[in-house]
């Protein structure tokens, strides 16, 4: 079955610390990556994704995430994190073989920045 | 503005009721998800749509129902059956097929008491 691992179930972090979230999927087909953030009392919102070219993509918010295939992975990092950016990640992916249209969703990383 | 209306944002229900939750949107879009999120357990996929009149099973489907008579509505319906309904509850779009970056709806949160 087709899965999404996300290793850092919650994280803590310092202002100006840097961030790396972790996230590995299980299928190793032509795939499209997401990362999707929910900050507190706020929508599910788009991040950044990755469909094709440039393995290293750039989202909002000083965010990007590096695509690297040999490892089924699509890390989620930014240099220096700020308060605002308490909330909860979540990868996903959307297998593009098999007819699929349904992105599997990742349990979600909480991050907590202390100012 | 574009975009996906639950309601309501919060519901209590007594064990052994149905209860429906409603999701709205105007984007457009012809695909639409039901999903169930709970602490460290991520997004579940409940139903979804992909056209009017048509709708399938997601991962954990049992004890819900849902209908999508419009293109623009697809209400789901937590039944006495659904063992643990308690959750927060997420309802989305997008289009088929290409991107299909999800636009997701504020939430439903149900309290059975």
Not at chain 1, 14 to 32: H, I
Not at chain 1, 40 to 60: A, E, N, R, T
Request: proline fraction near 4%; hydrophobic fraction near 35%; charged fraction near 15%.
């Amino acid at each position: 079955a087709q899965s999404v691992s996300q290793h850092n179930h919650h994280v803590i972090l310092s202002e100006a610390a840097s961030l790396e979230l972790g996230c590995n999927y299980s299928y190793g087909g032509t795939v499209n990556l997401f990362w999707y953030v929910q900050y507190p009392g706020q929508h599910l919102q788009l991040l950044l994704k990755y469909f094709s070219g440039d393995p290293l993509v750039k989202g909002i918010k000083g965010f990007e995430a590096e695509f690297i295939k040999s490892k089924f992975s699509f890390n989620l990092r930014k240099p220096s994190v700020q308060w605002s950016d308490t909330a909860e990640y979540f990868c996903a992916v959307k297998y593009s073989s098999g007819g699929s249209y349904i992105p599997t969703f990742g349990r979600g990383t909480s991050l907590i920045v202390h100012p | 503005d574009g975009g996906i209306t639950q309601s309501p944002k919060y519901l209590f229900r007594k064990e052994g009721q149905n209860v429906t939750l409603s999701c709205e949107q105007n984007l457009n879009h012809d695909a639409m998800y039901w999903y169930r999120q709970d602490p460290g357990q991520g997004l579940r996929l409940i139903y979804y749509s992909q056209i009017v009149n048509d709708f399938q099973k997601g991962d954990i489907a049992e004890g819900y129902s849902v209908s999508r008579e419009k293109k623009e509505s697809f209400p789901l319906t937590v039944t006495s059956a659904q063992k643990n309904p308690t959750a927060f509850y997420l309802c989305a779009s997008s289009i088929v097929g290409g991107a299909n970056v999800l636009t997701f709806g504020a939430g439903s949160r149900l309290t059975v008491l």
